[in-house]
């Protein structure tokens, strides 16, 4: 009998630049995010590094094969009871439950261990996965922004959602 695939969290590692990248590069996550067109591992080790103090960041392995991120940013001054996230499955392991689990560490970081009061992000208007998925745990919607982003040869509108800490 096949052992059961093992899921894995942990935090993001600059080695796991070239893993990034391909998920990066696949065209449900570039469409689903603002991630630029091929990406290279150089770019994405960048961005790894450049993670400020506050900032979280994970990724999911299933059986040792990258299969998701997650990453949080924390706001400064004024409004760093506030962090913004963004985030991403591979494109051949969605519906098993990774975004959910990625989602959920996010959040009992953030609310938990960080402080954070207010969780939020943008997401595009016909994201329905992603919405689905920020719904199920409490994200509301609280505006639309016109014209947000630039995607396959058209500007779309994005939702702002975001989700109050009960504590
Ligand atoms: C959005 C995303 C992260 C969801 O990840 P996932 O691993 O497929 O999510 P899960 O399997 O944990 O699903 C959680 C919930 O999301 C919703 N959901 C996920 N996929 C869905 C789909 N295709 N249609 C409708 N709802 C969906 C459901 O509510 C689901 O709960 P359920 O299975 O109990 O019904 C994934 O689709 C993705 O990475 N998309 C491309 C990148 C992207 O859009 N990132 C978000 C940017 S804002």
Redesign the pocket.
């Known amino acids: 009998m096949d052992a059961k695939p093992s899921l894995l969290l942990r935090a993001t590692r600059p080695e796991d630049a070239e893993a990034l990248a391909d998920l990066m590069n696949l065209p449900?996550?570039r469409?689903?995010?603002l991630r630029l067109p091929f990406q290279s591992p150089q770019e994405v080790r960048k961005w790894i590094e450049g993670r400020q103090p506050g900032d979280l960041g994970l990724v999911a392995l299933l059986d040792g094969k990258l299969v998701?991120n997650i990453g949080l940013r924390r706001h400064a001054g004024r409004r760093a009871h506030a962090a913004e996230f963004?985030?991403?499955?591979h494109d051949d392991?969605?519906?098993?439950?990774?975004?959910?689990?990625l989602l959920d560490a996010l959040i009992d970081s953030a609310e938990r261990w960080l402080g954070v009061r207010r969780l939020e992000?943008?997401?595009?208007f016909d994201?329905?996965?992603?919405i689905?998925?920020y719904r199920?745990f409490s994200f509301e919607t609280e505006g639309v922004l016109r014209a947000y982003a630039f995607r396959d040869g058209a500007f779309i509108d994005a939702y702002t959602m975001a989700r109050l800490a009960r504590l």
């Open positions: 449900g996550v469409r689903g995010t998701g963004g985030m991403a499955v392991f969605r519906r098993r439950g990774i975004g959910s689990m992000l943008t997401v595009s994201n329905e996965p992603a689905a998925l199920k």
